[in-house]
């Protein structure tokens, strides 16, 4: 829905900055991997919305993470104060499907892509089910400190630069997390979900479609399916990410 | 009793697009959305309310399916450039996957057709023209920059093919350069009910960071004192109804088109950021006297 909400909290995560809204019943009925549209400037500048991943849901409010001011918006939204009030469309296109049996979720993410993942955290935990997250970053400082997550949350990190884990997590910890875990859900640039796709393939040889999903890694510039930006091809055809995803079966995704 | 209480529910200022038409294309108001803001009328955000527009313009149809190269929308200053093309799956795919919406529709519908070939925009025509819910057709015509002859030509060729083979109001979209002589001479020649200005513009912008160029068409609220401008210049003697398009970015915008001499607008992509923005226009348009 539209709605004007206000800006209750801001507190630091990681290298970014936690903003916690609180606005009307539809916003709040948010779900893992549905995004929000916030407008983050006045008089059109900059022109478009920013699309947000909420990265916690609770009964009264929800929070939205930044973890980079390189975008002229996110870096006006982050000089925003408590009780300011903020324009947000949502929650908006289709978000993860876990499950009830499905209770050891396996996360893994480039550390710029993650939003979405930590919403579906805090989701599993809330029922009661078991998390390992995978991080993948450059280096050090691009990754989440421990102390960011709950405690429940098994955490393993990479870095191309080795500074924290070396390699690359779709290397040297994805096949030992895998027969672990009753589902995958995935964040990451294009090239990294391909090489995701290519090391499924070779660990589970068996058909993992309804086991893995992913958020596509396309822009989502209106949101609502107009601009045709955020196109995904899959097996069957174009989809509008905005509407038909942003969360995909792996499996379906043409990278 | 208040002036807000005595504003009716839903302002009202009928208007006519196509006054030479045997049909007409009457709508409730003259707020419009451009071609492609909702896609076929299944991508609106929240906060767009359909049932307040005078009508909505759909994304282009063509005869075929169109695929090239992905749609891109990059940020400019006040705007962006918006490179879409004419994805779209064939007019075939189209009506079957929106024909319901249309006929159900809250807003008459007007469906954007493209392409160049006289016989493929006529096949078009002719499958939209048997479609319910669809109540009038836009065509871009003319190509900027073009040689004004040649490209005037082709126009009265393509308005002749639809004309033909559909019975349907007919809005001609023309780029903001054509010239006084070449929108007459469109007009005398018949089969152009009302006139659309204007497509958008091409704009490029080069990303110094990453050296690249990137291309579209050019939205944005700077386009609309140019395309005032131009409503102003042609308001007076060019004969039929004139919808601005594109630009309108407030309320005041889209009052100083009607002002100008505009009977119509089309709000375009600031619909994207502002989904309230065509329901508050309606409703200054209804309170304001003409």
């Not at chain 1, 859900?185 to 992913?214: H, I």
Request: proline letters at 7%.
């Amino acid at each position: 829905m539209s709605a004007s909400t206000l800006l209750a909290e801001r507190t630091e995560l990681g290298n970014g900055l936690l903003l916690r809204v609180q606005g009307g019943r539809e916003l709040l009925a948010c779900r893992p991997g549905q995004f929000v549209m916030l407008r983050c400037g006045p008089a059109w500048s900059p022109y478009l919305r920013r699309a947000l991943f909420p990265v916690e849901m609770r009964q009264d409010s929800l929070a939205l993470w930044i973890n980079s001011l390189a975008d002229e918006g996110l870096a006006w939204l982050s000089r925003r104060k408590v009780g300011d009030s903020l324009d947000l469309l949502g929650p908006l296109g289709k978000g993860f499907s876990i499950q009830p049996q499905q209770r050891r979720l396996l996360l893994v993410a480039e550390a710029a892509h993650i939003a979405p993942l930590l919403g579906l955290m805090q989701a599993q935990l809330a029922r009661q089910g078991s998390v390992v997250l995978l991080l993948q970053g450059q280096t050090a400082s691009d990754l989440l400190p421990p102390g960011a997550l709950p405690p429940s949350v098994e955490y393993y990190t990479a870095t191309s630069d080795g500074s924290a884990g070396d390699g690359d997590v779709l290397d040297t910890l994805l096949a030992r997390a895998l027969p672990w875990a009753d589902a995958l859900a995935a964040a990451g640039s294009g090239p990294f979900l391909r090489r995701l796709q290519r090391r499924m393939g070779d660990a589970r040889p068996e058909p993992y479609r309804g086991f893995a999903q992913a958020v596509a890694p396309v822009p989502l510039p209106c949101g609502g399916g107009a601009c045709l930006a955020c196109l995904v091809e899959t097996g069957r055809g174009h989809h509008r990410a905005c509407q038909r995803g942003p969360v995909f079966d792996l499996t379906e995704l043409a990278l | 009793m208040s002036a807000t209480a005595r504003r009716p529910a839903v302002a009202t200022r009928l208007v006519e697009l196509a006054p030479r038409h045997k049909l007409g294309l009457t709508l409730t108001n003259p707020v419009l959305l451009a071609a492609g803001m909702i896609g076929y009328g299944d991508a609106g955000l929240p906060g767009l309310d359909l049932g307040r527009l005078g009508a909505f313009v759909t994304a282009p149809v063509t005869r075929r399916p169109w695929r090239g190269d992905l749609p891109q929308v990059a940020e400019t200053p006040g705007g962006l450039l918006w490179r879409r093309g004419l994805w779209n799956p064939g007019v075939r795919v189209v009506v079957r996957d929106y024909g319901n919406l249309w006929r159900r529709s809250r807003a008459p519908v007007i469906v954007h057709l493209a392409g160049d070939d006289p016989d493929e925009l006529a096949s078009v025509a002719s499958t939209l023209e048997s479609t319910p819910g669809v109540a009038g057709l836009e065509l871009d015509l003319l190509r900027a920059y073009h040689d004004e002859a040649e490209n005037l030509e082709e126009a009265i060729e393509q308005v002749r093919a639809v004309r033909a083979a559909a019975d349907l109001p007919l809005l001609a979209r023309l780029p903001l350069s054509t010239s006084d002589e070449t929108v007459q001479a469109l007009v005398e020649s018949g089969g152009v009910d009302a006139l659309v200005l204007a497509q958008p513009p091409a704009g490029l912008r080069y990303d110094a960071a990453r050296g690249v160029q990137i291309t579209g068409q050019l939205h944005g609220r700077s386009l609309a004192p140019l395309l005032a401008a131009r409503i102003a210049d042609l308001a007076g003697w060019v004969g039929v109804p004139l919808v601005a398009c594109g630009g309108v970015h407030s309320v005041d915008d889209a009052l100083a088109y009607l002002a100008v001499g505009a009977a119509a607008l089309q709000v375009d992509t600031a619909v994207w950021v502002d989904p309230q923005l065509p329901g508050r226009i309606v409703a200054a348009v209804g309170e304001v006297s003409w």
